[in-house]
T-cell receptor, first 118, second 117 residues
Framework: DTGVSQDPRHKITKRGQNVTFRCDPISEHNRLYWYRQTLGQGPEFLTYFQNEAQLEKSRLLSDRFSAERPKGSFSTLEIQRTEQGDSAMYLC????????????????FGSGTQLSVL | AQTVTQSQPEMSVQEAETVTLSCTYDTSESDYYLFWYKQPPSRQMILVIRQEAYKQQNATENRFSVNFQKAAKSFSLKISDSQLGDAAMYFCAYRSASQGGSEKLVFGKGTKLTVNP
């Protein structure tokens, strides 16, 4: 299967600890997105990369959150000093976008990382 | 800011019957895209259907079709000949197509669809 891969699938941590998630996009995709989904809600946008450049960040992404995509391949999302409110599923998606606002851009989502902060 | 509202938290349908899921949205933009995504228990979001706002013709994908009413800002999904595999959470989503607009998808809260055998 060459879809979007996220690791780990589940993460349990104690409040105040740092956590890091990894996303491996489909290999030829140039865009990579991070979303957060809490129980009973739809996904909320966090940030996205075009190759290695982080082009947009949500106001939801506080100073405790940082995302990187070195060399335009995989991406990591780190949360420092986790809080109980960070408990959510973190979704990654990738796409091949040849133009800005391409109508044919199709996002492929991973299965997410479920974070529980105790 | 754009918002997407799904007023039906849960819906159910008998196998082989037709069901319609509702979605309304709010935006001041004239150029945008609308989507329906399916999220099965595996958690992986899957694109079901897409509509470009400048197109008057409603999109169709096999058993899935939409009723796009731009003036009313309504975008409903019709699933015909429902199958057990259609059971999932369905999310309506909006994306700007305007120059300078955000690249993000704005999702509704979702509708849980149950298909009864």
């Amino acid at each position: 299967d060459t879809g979007v891969s996220q690791d780990p699938r589940h993460k349990i941590t104690k409040r105040g600890q740092n956590v890091t998630f990894r996303c491996d996009p489909i290999s030829e995709h140039n865009r990579l997105y991070w979303y957060r989904q809490t129980l009973g809600q739809g996904p909320e946008f966090l940030t996205y990369f075009q190759n290695e450049a982080q082009l947009e960040k949500s106001r939801l992404l506080s100073d405790r959150f940082s995302a990187e995509r070195p060399k335009g391949s995989f991406s990591t999302l780190e949360i420092q000093r986790t809080e109980q409110g960070d408990s959510a599923m973190y979704l990654c998606a990738s796409s091949l976008a040849l133009l800005r606002r391409s109508p044919n851009e199709k996002l492929f989502f991973g299965s997410g990382t479920q974070l529980s902060v105790l | 800011a754009q918002t997407v509202t799904q007023s039906q938290p849960e819906m159910s349908v008998q196998e082989a019957e037709t069901v319609t899921l509702s979605c309304t949205y709010d935006t001041s933009e004239s150029d945008y895209y609308l989507f329906w995504y399916k999220q099965p228990p595996s958690r992986q979001m899957i694109l079901v259907i897409r509509q470009e706002a400048y197109k008057q013709q409603n999109a169709t994908e096999n058993r899935f079709s939409v009723n796009f009413q731009k003036a009313a800002k309504s975008f409903s999904l019709k699933i015909s000949d429902s199958q057990l595999g259609d059971a999932a959470m369905y999310f309506c989503a909006y994306r700007s197509a305007s120059q300078g607009g955000s690249e993000k998808l704005v999702f509704g809260k979702g509708t849980k669809l149950t298909v009864n055998p």
